[in-house]
């Protein structure tokens, strides 16, 4: 493991008989003496140092007993100006375990890393019932249907969820002018305004569904609209006929701040899944959003090793 320069200083001097000894920490945390000429010598603890060389100083990141003291090292290790240096030391598994350790916002402004082309791509790997999550969160209900073309609209009204009763209730709540004008394309010609309500329910129950929708089909784009919501407003899981193909096009055209958005509905795991495909400089600089406080003593809980090995380089 390559070990880069720190912003800190660390090691110190020993006295022995006038004359100055320098030392330092090894990887381990052992004491390494060095004499003026050039000798060293190695021993465990402060205690080993001093019963050979006499009375010395204790080293600033060596606690009671010679043990090594991380928190010490957390100290001299400024961890706010040299994370990346420490991020950039880590194994990827590493990397991503600390992305657990982010708030949602920051595994959300992590996916700005990705190009647009990419992050679609990932995005559009999702279940649809997430994608369609997705899209409510940055438009309206009533907008998405208006954008669906007539295709998309009739993909809705073709679900086995609609029965007849179903599509019965929804024709019934049609403009009456719209109505009339489905009755016409299906039955033929006949002034169905002066028929009552369970009369009118009575033919379209009698229908076929099949009959219905070549009908609806040929009525203009704006009466389906409502009769579409309608029936959305209901039952949601029939936006799930939607078209991959459809889906795609609307996360497209988003602008690139309106899609990050969009993932905020996204659950923290599927967000971490999709930030691991970073590649590794990248995932350093996700991962380099985790506030000081929260890194350091990750470093003391998860990497007491590479602490020491810092310690003993610098």
């Known amino acids: 493991m390559r070990v880069e320069a720190f912003d800190l200083q ?64 957390i100290r001299l290790l400024n961890v706010g100006r040299n994370k990346i240096k420490i991020l950039r030391l880590l194994r990827r598994g590493d990397l991503i375990t600390i992305l657990h350790l982010l708030p949602k916002e920051l595994l959300v402004n992590a996916l700005r890393l990705f190009n647009k082309v990419k992050l679609l791509r990932l995005i559009m790997a999702l279940p649809k019932p997430l994608l369609i ?24 009204l073709r679900s086995k969820r609609l029965n007849n009763r179903e599509m019965t209730k929804g024709l019934l709540k049609m403009e009456p002018q719209f109505m009339f004008l489905l009755l016409q394309r299906v039955h033929g010609d006949y002034n169905y305004s002066n028929l009552k309500p369970y009369d009118l329910a009575k033919i379209f129950m ?64 599927i967000l971490i899944k999709m930030l691991s495909q970073l590649p590794g400089p990248l ?13 350091e003593q990750y470093l003391l809980s998860q990497q007491p090793q590479l602490l020491k090995l810092l310690a003993g380089a610098a």
């Open 10 to 73: 660390l090691g110190g001097n020993l006295p022995m008989g006038g004359a100055s000894l320098s030392y330092t920490l090894g990887n381990n945390g052992e004491v390494i003496i060095m004499t003026g000429t050039g000798r060293s010598y190695v021993v465990n603890s402060v205690e080993e140092a001093q019963r050979l060389f006499g009375q010395v100083s204790v080293h600033p990141l060596v606690g009671m007993g010679g043990v090594l003291d991380l928190t010490a090292v």
């Open 133 to 156: 999550r997705m899209l409510l969160r940055v438009m309206k209900l009533s907008n998405l249907i208006k954008k669906m073309p007539t295709n998309e609209l009739m993909r809705i």
């Open 206 to 269: 009698q229908t076929p569904k099949e009959r219905l929708m070549e009908g609806l089909k040929t009525l203009p784009f704006k009466a389906l609209i409502p009769l579409v919501t309608g029936f959305v407003k209901q039952d949601p899981q029939l936006l799930l006929n939607m078209s991959d193909q459809f889906i795609y096009k609307l996360f497209e055209r988003m602008s690139k701040p309106m899609l990050l958005n969009s993932c905020m509905v996204l659950p923290e795991e």
């Open 283 to 295: 995932l350093v600089m996700a991962a380099a959003q985790i506030d000081d406080k929260t890194f």
